[in-house]
Each structure stands twice: as structure tokens, then as C-alpha cells.
């Protein structure tokens, strides 16, 4: 277990302390040494051993305000035991009965052996002295004390570490770099690291050091944070405040790197989400993902000669009035398809107007519930930086700035920007998984349209990142009818312009993509707000059922199998949609030939589409029935009772409907 309140921190009196009992073991074994009446050589060179050894517990003892209780504490606990050693030898010394037993063990040896225990101490402590008072500068670094013969990266820690508390900038920078390197090669060192106070001056210096240094430091927090109880103690000495701070206002190239170790201590705490929420977390990330994305270029902004509110040129071009605006607040759905072009309706199809629509949208709510001065503070998400009374403030520069100093962000060079938005959608899809407030947070703010662009003209790790950010979105948003109702309604453009994107990818069918099995994914997870007219990603699911990679088959399977089954209450629909597509002829193949891992998705999907459209014509010439009696009798089905329940419905439906064909009996037969 972590000493979570032994971090690194100035002494003061509590060195003294520590210091008293060693001090006066020293002073007894200075005077039982004079004291001795045999061996009196080697008591002198105890002797003199010891009082160096005093003298620098004394000078540690006025040094200690600069001294740090970790390798305090160890290396003067060893002393002290070296000091009693010493006494008791030098004791033995002074009377003859005592010499009877000091020759029983070996004097010499005895002697040797603690002369090496306190050569041992003055070492340790002079180095102890060094590290802590850094009067050596650097120099220091190239010896460790004897101490760390047992554990050498014990004392590297705590030499950079103190490094951290007294160095330049530079040496500090290095000195969090050095801390990187370890916790990267070995999660054992990243523990020691967090054990022995680290954490503390590295936030300090992600907090107040230069650029550079910055970097390291959360570079380091991000590598250290490998596990629950690591994380929990980052988040107890103040990580939370630390990492929101930088997120707001530092260089875009530490905010990128504080994004990845949001993102990493995310993924490995879970229980940490919601503290992250609490600081802003994703009102930040999601501004970092705006920035310079939707209204990047001219096309996905409404340009004017005068200056005006993207709300004002909507009402312009649109055929409503101020009531009808004021109306669509209280009756979103109904509003929506004469305000919004359906972006899928047209062609080709125009997510850019899906982007002006939207941002419009947010736009028209907050003036439909506003005054004009609270709507033009609040909408820009800046909160008082701007000018209530600036009329001709650009909307959607403002509308970008999400609590984050935006100076000099634009001259950043475009590597920077593209990692800024990685990290950001990597933290995003960290905070969203499985947790519906966070989910609900993202989808209410313009993160959805973010996706979608970047989903389109992202890098590959941007899309990736963006990718997997949409897959736990809409895997929350599949268990919560709340969040599915209200972020993804068959109306809603930001969901349209998401889905766009995906199906854009599933469409090209490439198993190479890292892109294809998210994206199918979230397909399946969105299975439930899809309209029975709304067919045009069932084909592409249905063509990669023929795919030669197992796991993008199976990932069709499974995402189909979701349009297809009972609690889809456009079941008959969608099971219709799939066989018109031809999907029945290849779960067949699947079910008979397709690897383990594809087999039971596939009969899953069959027995659903022929539970729900026993009297399809399709399902009859490609003689289902006998695939389905066939597969009750296999082994891969006898410990899946929820798929023998399936198998046992299906199959009665479609005797009423079905005779037992030659085929299925010969690949009945085949299989035996």
C-alpha cells in the first residue's frame, strides 16, 4: 500500500527529531571507545569512524528544513542500527568477563564488519546532504550511496526527485524526463516513483514550470497513472485541479499532452470520470476538438457583408418568424424538418449545411429564451471575457472558446493542432465509457458535430480516436433511452451528420481500416432510433457478412443481429431489410463453414430473421429450416440455452410455413 501522506515535503523540526537518537548513540560509542581496555586499535578506528559520522548528523540536523523524509527516514533508521551494532561491540570492550565473550565471536571479523557499516553511513549521509541541499549542483547524479547497492533505482528516484524541489528549470525538466523514462520501462518503478513522493513536485511543476518541463511532468503523471489505486492517490494530492487548469490556459502542446493523460487516467480508474467532469473536463476537451474544425472553412459557415448573428441569417433565409423560433423550443421534433435540410435526402449529401444548421439551432435557443445581451455573453461559452454590448463579435469564434485562452492558438503549427484534437477525442472517449452523465454532456454541446468532420477529414489517429469516442457515446446511449431519445432522434442533424460519416466508412468496406469495426459498432448501437424507411446501412452490413476477416464478420453479425431482434420494435422491418439484401445465403455459409468465433452470431441473426418473417420466399429457396435443424444438433449450441430457445422458436415457426428440402438434408448429412 502507497504512504499517501509521506510525499517528498521539507522537514524542519521532524528531521531533528529523527536526528536526536543517532546523535547521542554516536557520542556513546566516542566515549566507550576511549573507555576500552582490550582492542584498543580497533576501538580507536570506530572511534574515528563514528565521530565523522556524528559531525555529519549534526551538519544534517542544522540542514534540516532542506532535507525530505523519504530517504531521510531510511538512511538515518539504518545508521541508527549501525550505531547500536557499534556500541555494543565497543562495550564488550571494557571488562575482562566481556572479553571471554567478544573472542567467542570472532573479533576480527566483528570488528571488520562494522567499520564497514559506518564507512557505509558516512556515505549515505554525505549523500543525503548533497541530494537534499543540491549544493553539488549536478554533479551529484553520476554516484549513488551505498544504500542503493541493494535497490540502485531506489536512489536514482529519490535523487531526481529532489532534483524537482531544488533545481533550475532545466535541471527540473530533465529531472521529470528521467522520471518518464522509468515509470515507461516498469510499472514496479512507476509505483516506487508514486511511493517516494514524486507526484507532488511533478504537478507543481506541470503547474508552474516552462514549457518544456511542462511536457515531461505530465507526460510522467500520464504513465504513472497505470492503475486504480495510483490514480486515486494522483487525484488526492490534486491532479484533477492541476490538469483543468493547463486544459484552460497553457501552450497547446502541454494541453495536448495533459489531454492523453486525462485520457490515460481515465481508462484506468474509471471511478475517476465524474471528478474529472466536476472540473470542466469536458466542456475544455470539447472545446479543444472545436477549435478550428467547424468553422474551419468558409463552407461550413453562413457568410455575410454585415455584420451578424448566424441566428439572424438562419431566420433570414428561413421562412419562419420569431414566434415559429420560440415555438421550436417547446416543440423541437415537430419543428425541425421544415427548418433543418435532411442531409441524407439530398445529393450529394451536404454535412457542412448540417454544421450551419446546428450551430444556428443553439443559437436560436438561447435568443428564443434570452435577452440579446445574456444570449451574447453565454452563447460564446467564454463567460465574461467578452463585451455584452459587442454586436459584431464573430459567433462562432466565440462559440469555440469553451472557457480556453484561445491567444495564439491560431499561429500553432499544424501538428500540434491535429494532436491537440487526438488527445482531446481520446479523452472523450476515456470519460464517456459507460457513464451517461458525461455521454449526456457531450452529445448536448457541439461535440457530435466535431465527430462527424473529423470522422471526414481528420488524421488516421484523429478519426480513430473520434471513431471510438462515437462507439461508447452510442453504447451508453443503447442502454439509456433518455440519452437515446434525446441525442440521437431520427430528426436530429448532429446525429445525421454522425451517422453519415460512419456508414461513409462501412460503405467502403475496408478490413484494413482501423476505422471499420468501431464504426460498425456504433451502427449496432444505434440499431433502435433507425426508421423502418431508414435501410441504407443495412446493405453495406449485409455485404461484409462475405468478408474473408473473421472479426469484421462477426461485428456485422452482431450489429445486425441488433436491428433484427425482438426488442427492436421495428424487428419485421429490419428482418426484411436483411433478407432483401441477400443476407440469408450468407449466414448459411457462416453457420456451416464460418470460423468459431463467427458461428453463433450468425445463427443468432438467422434465427431472429426467421422467427420475425417465417413466410419469406428467400428464407424458403435457400431452405433455412434445415440449416436451423442442423444446427440445434451441434455442440457449439448445447451450453447456449438462450440460442437453443431461439433455435426451438424459429424453427417452429418455420414449419408452418417451410417444408424440409433436399438441401438442407444433404448439408445435414455433410456435417455428420
Request: hydrophobic letters at 40%.
Amino acid at each position: 500500500m502507497f504512504s499517501f501522506s509521506c510525499w517528498f515535503a521539507p522537514m524542519g523540526d521532524i528531521v531533528k527529531k529523527i536526528l536526536a537518537k543517532p546523535i547521542q548513540l554516536a557520542d556513546q560509542v566516542t566515549k566507550a571507545a576511549d573507555e576500552a581496555t582490550s582492542f584498543k586499535q580497533e576501538c580507536a578506528e570506530l572511534k574515528s569512524k563514528t565521530e565523522k559520522l556524528a559531525a555529519l548528523l549534526r551538519q544534517a540536523a542544522r540542514a534540516s528544513s532542506e532535507l525530505y523524509e523519504r530517504p531521510t527516514r531510511r538512511i538515518i533508521d539504518e545508521t541508527e542500527q549501525v550505531l547500536d551494532k557499534a556500541l555494543a561491540l565497543v562495550l564488550k570492550c571494557r571488562g575482562n568477563a566481556l572479553m571471554k565473550r567478544v573472542f567467542t565471536l570472532n573479533p576480527s571479523a566483528a570488528f571488520r564488519k562494522v567499520s564497514s557499516h559506518l564507512e557505509n553511513s558516512v556515505g549515505d549521509v554525505s549523500w543525503l546532504l548533497r541530494v537534499s541541499a543540491g549544493e553539488a549542483g549536478g554533479e551529484y547524479l553520476g554516484g549513488l550511496p551505498p544504500i542503493a547497492a541493494n535497490e540502485p533505482i531506489l536512489c536514482l528516484i529519490w535523487e531526481q526527485i529532489a532534483v524537482l524541489h531544488t533545481g533550475s528549470p532545466e535541471e527540473r525538466s530533465d529531472a521529470a524526463a528521467s522520471l518518464v523514462s522509468l515509470a515507461s520501462g516498469s510499472q514496479r518503478y512507476g509505483k516506487l516513483i508514486i511511493e517516494e513522493g514524486g507526484v507532488g513536485p511533478l504537478l507543481k511543476l506541470l503547474k508552474e514550470g516552462k514549457s518544456e518541463g511542462q511536457e515531461n511532468a505530465a507526460r510522467a503523471v500520464g504513465l504513472l497513472g497505470r492503475d486504480p489505486e495510483s490514480v486515486e492517490h494522483m487525484i488526492h494530492v490534486g491532479a484533477c485541479s492541476v490538469l483543468a487548469k493547463i486544459l484552460k490556459e497553457g501552450p497547446m502542446k502541454v494541453q495536448g499532452v495533459v489531454a492523453w493523460a486525462v485520457s490515460e487516467l481515465a481508462a484506468n480508474y474509471p471511478k475517476s470520470q465524474d471528478l474529472f467532469a466536476q472540473h470542466k473536463m469536458v466542456t475544455l476537451l470539447v472545446g479543444h476538438l472545436a477549435f478550428e474544425t467547424v468553422e474551419e472553412h468558409s463552407k461550413y459557415a453562413i457568410v455575410s457583408k454585415k455584420p451578424t448573428s448566424i441566428h439572424a441569417l438562419v431566420v433570414a433565409s428561413s421562412n419562419t418568424n420569431n414566434n415559429n423560433l420560440r415555438k421550436h423550443n417547446l416543440h423541437h421534433d415537430a419543428e425541425i424538418p421544415t427548418r433543418i435540410p435532411h442531409p441524407f435526402g439530398e445529393g450529394p449529401r451536404n454535412l457542412h449545411r448540417v454544421i450551419t444548421s446546428t450551430i444556428a439551432m443553439h443559437a436560436a435557443n438561447k435568443q428564443g429564451n434570452e435577452t440579446n445581451q445574456n444570449n451574447q455573453s453565454k452563447s460564446n461559452g467564454v463567460g465574461n471575457d467578452g463585451k455584452l454590448g459587442n454586436n459584431n463579435q464573430n459567433h462562432q469564434r466565440n462559440y469555440s472558446h469553451s472557457g480556453i485562452n484561445m491567444k495564439g492558438r491560431d499561429l500553432e503549427d499544424p501538428g500540434t493542432k491535429s494532436y491537440m484534437k487526438e488527445m482531446a477525442a481520446r479523452a472523450l472517449w476515456q470519460l464517456a465509457k459507460g457513464n451517461s452523465p458525461i455521454c449526456r454532456s457531450i452529445t448536448e454541446s457541439r461535440a457530435l458535430l466535431c465527430f462527424a468532420v473529423l470522422l471526414e477529414k481528420g488524421t488516421e489517429a484523429v478519426q480513430y480516436n473520434s471513431a471510438m469516442a462515437v462507439m461508447e457515446i452510442t453504447a451508453v446511449a443503447e442502454k439509456d433511452p433518455e440519452l437515446r431519445k434525446s441525442a440521437f432522434k431520427p430528426n436530429s442533424p448532429a446525429c445525421k451528420a454522425v451517422v453519415d460519416q460512419v456508414v461513409k466508412i462501412i460503405e467502403k468496406a475496408d478490413s484494413d481500416s482501423i476505422l471499420l469495426i468501431p464504426c460498425i459498432k456504433t451502427i449496432g448501437n444505434l440499431a433502435r432510433t433507425f426508421k423502418a424507411t431508414e435501410t441504407r446501412m443495412i446493405g453495406p452490413l449485409v455485404r461484409l457478412l462475405d468478408e474473408r476477416e473473421a472479426e469484421v464478420t462477426r461485428e456485422a453479425s452482431i450489429a445486425l443481429a441488433k436491428f433484427a431482434c425482438t426488442e427492436n420494435y421495428l424487428h419485421v422491418d429490419h428482418a426484411k431489410a436483411i433478407i432483401s439484401a441477400g443476407g440469408a445465403k450468407h449466414l448459411i455459409q457462416l453457420v456451416y463453414f464460418g470460423e468459431e468465433m463467427v458461428k453463433i452470431p450468425a445463427l443468432l441473426l438467422l434465427s431472429y430473421i426467421a422467427m420475425h418473417v417465417p413466410d419469406s420466399d428467400e428464407l424458403a429457396q435457400a431452405e433455412v429450416l434445415g440449416v436451423i435443424e442442423w444446427a440445434s444438433k451441434q455442440s457449439f449450441v448445447a451450453h447456449n440455452q438462450t440460442l437453443e430457445a431461439l433455435l426451438l422458436d424459429s424453427k417452429s415457426k418455420l414449419e408452418l410455413y417451410q417444408s424440409r428440402g433436399p438441401r438442407g438434408s444433404h448439408q445435414l448429412h455433410l456435417h455428420h
